[in-house]
């Protein structure tokens, strides 16, 4: 069974950074094509970023130019570097997998004004 475990979340100023961490198991990590999404109260679960197996990425338009999405085959962890971070980014945060269509159990960011 595929584990999907994010870690990073936490309170944050409007301007502020974090990073939040994927990390995968039992998975052939590699061949993955790894996603952040995230889900606000009341709102549909919408897709940040993805990154393809070759490094190509793929961001959402509120976010271009914000965050950065990356991965690490070696360690199977993929990453979300967030900056410039906005209240409208308070959210769950998951991570997904293309393959098996796994989901972590989520991590949440929440932004203050």
């Known amino acids: 069974q595929v584990q999907l475990v994010e870690s990073g979340g936490g309170l944050v100023q409007a301007g502020g950074s974090l990073r939040l961490s994927c990390v995968a198991s039992k998975i052939i990590f590699s061949i993955n094509t790894m996603s952040w999404y995230r889900q606000a109260p009341g709102k549909e679960r919408d897709l940040v970023a993805s990154?393809?197996?070759?490094?190509?990425?793929n961001y959402a338009d509120s976010v271009k130019g914000r965050f950065t999405i990356s991965r690490d085959n070696a360690k199977k962890t993929v990453y979300l570097q967030m900056n410039s971070l906005k209240v409208e980014d308070t959210a769950v945060y998951y991570c997904?997998?293309?393959?098996?269509?796994?989901w972590g159990q989520g991590t949440q960011v929440t932004v203050s004004s």
């Open positions: 997904h997998d293309s393959i098996v269509g796994s």
């Open positions: 990154i393809s197996s070759i490094g190509s990425t």
